[in-house]
């Protein structure tokens, strides 16, 4: 040290302006080189936009029950997010009032009401005047509102925090896009991403988001691709509908679906919702099919699907639609993702775009879940390394999902197309059949060849390929007085290896995957005459890419089965055993037709796939009698068993539940 004081001191009088001594707190002496920031980015802060007054949108108190059990899109939700990152030291407000100096880490965006003429680059003239028309409404209109409103309530005050919303979240664009900060967070409330452009809906009035990038695109001609990442635990509709043909704004969101179950509900929120027109391909999304997602879910469809669209993308902006939501202790959402998470995706996000991100806080409604997940996105946003995630493992449902979504945006992403789309390019339907038709045809001549078995006819009103051969039974099963076992089952597996470069399945490398034939052999040396129900995921021909149809083409047809074959059947018993996703369809005819009399056992070889709870027009019993007659064989890591996901038992309605061990695999588990 004293060595470098020496040279320090010879230094010419211009050289020795550049240089500092420092005496530290220990004594030592350190020279401290004055130079000009060079930094550009990390020497800028991180902008928050929070303001008390948007506390002002708040559910009327209509009974006692409101008070006990608050709605969930509470005012204190901004709040105690706000005072998380002040007691973390990011922000500077001993007593969390939203002073505009926020000391040295964070920048303080100031919020202001978004002009009408703002509000109108998204939304419909109606709703603007409706929500205008809020502020003065009479009590029992406001609340005539909120009851017949699509999740929504109203007071006098919505409509000006409404607009300070978005307003704030048009600011905290701004500066990001301005780069008078590096990025931001927009702490405000009501959310956005459900508002449609003629409704409001799901808790929110004004879509803050779309409102913001349709202003950024107007003020800055710089800014041509916006990509908004929506990761709240629902599906950005509202998002979705304002850029559904909008090219310059790819949207993708990561949401709870729930075969379209889960708010909002409907098919908005499914994979195939590509975006039409000149936005085909901009709209992207992940739709999980239960609760339960964690982190390593999430990471997984970042690494696959998020962050290589981005890239291919290659926005100018990025705007994350943050519902925490999705966060561990979260009810409403029932999934797990962690801080670590969070910081993570965030740290990803970041890589785009020269860092310009602005976060806009969406749902979330554990008010612990929201302050600490926003926490780890603030503080990643700042600069820290994203935290430790100490689960990465992904389930086969995301990993089922992340494929899927890849397979249909394979069409418009060239990162995610092992090769050419050769179908995609293709005419004429005579250049390819789908691969489950020709399976379930080769099985029905394989069944006949092996156990005589034939052709069941079914009446329809329309015709697909993927109807032929689809109920097969052993010769005159209707007159075997043993037994009867009717098997419900997904199109066969195919064990395979795909060429990453051409997309080609190696067919020589490949294997179809027999395993029904064993319980069909079985059932059959038992004396027992056996049907055999093909379910197929798809419909081909039948403009069915969503499944909806087979869906609900496989539950009409197991309610046909039963009227017309099934129940004129001679057997004093029936077996009912259905493998995969098709066990739906099986656990349908449970409860919408009393086999009770007939069924000696119905077996559900679920594995990963959804699990269906029994719903019933029948009576109060027939829960308890599916619970006593079914044994349902779920894959060990099958969301069930997560027991962060939902702290209970599962519900005797899903049947009696029973775990594969780690060693058994996932289609098959027994
Ligand atoms: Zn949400």
Redesign the pocket.
Known sequence: MARMCRTAATQTPSKLSLLRLLVTGTGYLVMVINLPRVLGFSSKRTGIVYDARMRGHAKLIMSSFDYADPHPEDPRRTYRIYKTLAEAGLVDDHNFAGVMDVGRIMHRIPAREATAEEILLVHTKEHYDFLESTQTMPEEDLIRHTEEGDSVYFNHDSFYCAKLSAGGTIEACFAVVEETVKNAIAVVRPPGHHAEPEKPG?FCMFANVSIAAKCVFKKYPSIKKIAIIDW???HGNGTQKAFYDDPRVLFISLHRYDNGHFYPSGPAGNLDMCGKGEGAGYNINIPWPCKGMKDGDYIYAFRKIVMPVCEEFDPDFVIISS?F?AALGDEL?GCCLKPAGYSHLTHMLKSLAGGKVCCVL???YNLNSISVSALAVTRTLLGEPPMHVEDTEFSAACAKVVAQVANIQSTYWKCLRPGKNVVASMKGKDDYERLHDVIRQYQARSLYEKFSMTQLPILRDRTSPSFSEQVLATPSFHENTKGLVVFVHDTLDVQGYVDPVTGALDVSGSYLLTPENRYIKWSIDQGYAVVDINIPSILTDLDDEDGYQAAANALDLMIYMWDYYLDHAAAPKIIFFGIGEACQALVHLLGHRDTRERTRAAISVVGPASLKAIVTILDEYVVDWYHRSSLVLLSNDHPIWDPTSHGKKPRRKLGTLVRADKKTTMKTPI
């Open positions: 799901g709240d635990v629902h519902g939501d959402g969406e749902g979330g």
